[in-house]
């Protein structure tokens, strides 16, 4: 198993910028893709983010890319997802979760996922 804890979120203003943070513990070996997945109210899931635990590379939807970057550190195993000029749109509970397979631009590819953590921001 793979436990995550998630922290970070908060209150904002747009055009404001946050940074959630992800720490991985547990089977990190097994890990594919960590990734970022956000639910907003009355929504379903929405994939966010991805970087490729092996190597780095990264992935955004096309709602967030340009704004919002996500970067790790290895010794840590920590994940970042740095959010910039954000809208109220960008209102969500967002999800840290990681793939044991190649599939992580939809949520139902993840396997393990962490609490939650609210991210508001107000127009």
């Known amino acids: 198993q793979v436990q995550l804890v998630e922290s970070g979120g908060g209150l904002v203003q747009a055009g404001g910028s946050l940074r959630l943070s992800c720490a991985a513990s547990?089977?990190?070996?097994?890990?594919?893709?960590m990734g970022w997945v956000r639910q907003g109210p009355g929504k379903e899931r929405e994939f966010v983010g991805a970087i490729r635990w092996s190597g780095g590379s990264t992935y955004y939807s096309d709602s967030v890319k340009g704004r919002f970057t996500i970067s790790r550190d290895n010794a840590k195993n920590t994940v970042y997802l740095q959010m910039n000029s954000l809208k109220p749109e960008d209102s969500a509970v967002y999800y840290c979760a990681v793939t044991r397979g190649p599939v992580y631009a939809h949520p139902r590819g993840y396997d393990y996922w962490g609490q939650g953590t609210q991210v508001a921001v107000s127009s």
């Open positions: 547990g089977r990190t070996f097994s890990i594919y893709y």
